[in-house]
């Protein structure tokens, strides 16, 4: 799996936009972009992922550059319960068994 | 549906003791993990199961065992515990299909501490 790099902390205001950047320069054309969020003490949870397309469902929208070596995750009007850990996966699709491995992750701090 | 779930939340266990992590999912998905979390770290992958029956080893498999004699459940078991057993376990599924090997839905934890 392509390796990830995220920023270690960013810091958000109640009810902006924010967007979590990930590179993954080394990505394979099998690849997708997953998006994890795990807020303090909790399970991780899934937020959204993609190949090329942008994409979009209820929690946030996923750009991926045209070349795909970077990502960005967007939650569109971030709420103080978005403060959490975000986790950028690169993981390639098919019927692997689908270890996940999470990095260090950005912590988003959303403040009033 | 209730998802992914997972008792006991809390447990304190003496060194040599042995206990049984329970998960339980209801949405008929084929692939179980199991995952622990120390302090300030991420996701080590300990166990997965690809089926009823069929279950192999992750990164950390040592001190622990998993049997899948069903399609909902996928139980831990700690034998001999250890204070580097302490840490935050966290079951997972996920659907079989090539676009969702990376959409796992966790449970959320069992908080484990050997004294």
């Known amino acids: 799996d392509a390796k990830t790099t995220q920023p270690p902390s960013m810091d958000c205001a109640e009810g902006r936009a924010a967007n979590l950047p990930c590179n993954h320069s080394?990505?394979?054309?099998?690849?997708?972009v997953y998006w994890y969020r795990q807020i303090h003490s909790q399970g991780p949870q899934y937020i959204i992922h993609?190949?090329?397309n942008n994409e979009t469902n209820e929690m946030a929208s996923l750009i991926i550059t045209e070349d795909r070596k970077s990502s960005t995750l967007i939650l569109p009007h971030a709420t103080l319960r978005d403060t959490a850990v975000y986790y950028c996966?690169?993981?390639?699709?098919?019927?692997?068994?689908?270890?996940?491995?999470f990095g260090q992750g950005t912590i988003l701090t959303v403040h009033p | 549906n209730a998802g992914v779930t997972q008792t006991p939340k809390f447990r304190i266990l003496k060194i040599g003791q042995s206990m049984t992590l329970q998960c339980t999912q209801d949405?008929?998905?084929?692939?179980m993990y199991w995952y622990r979390q120390d302090p300030g770290m991420g996701l080590k992958l300990i166990y997965y199961?690809?089926?009823?029956?069929?279950?192999d080893k992750g990164e950390v498999p040592n001190g622990y065992n998993v049997s899948r004699s069903t399609t909902e459940d996928f139980p831990l078991r700690l034998e001999l515990a250890a204070p580097s057993q302490t840490s935050v376990y966290f079951c997972?599924?996920?659907?079989?299909?090539?676009?969702?090997?990376?959409?796992?839905?966790f449970g959320p934890g069992t908080r484990l501490l050997v004294l």
């Open positions: 949405m008929n998905h084929n692939y």
């Open positions: 997972a599924s996920r659907d079989f299909s090539g676009a969702s090997v990376g959409t796992q839905y």
């Open positions: 199961s690809v089926g009823a029956g069929i279950t």
């Open positions: 080394t990505i394979s054309g099998n690849e997708y």
């Open positions: 996966i690169v993981r390639a699709g098919g019927t692997s068994y689908g270890k996940l491995t």
């Open positions: 993609g190949l090329k």
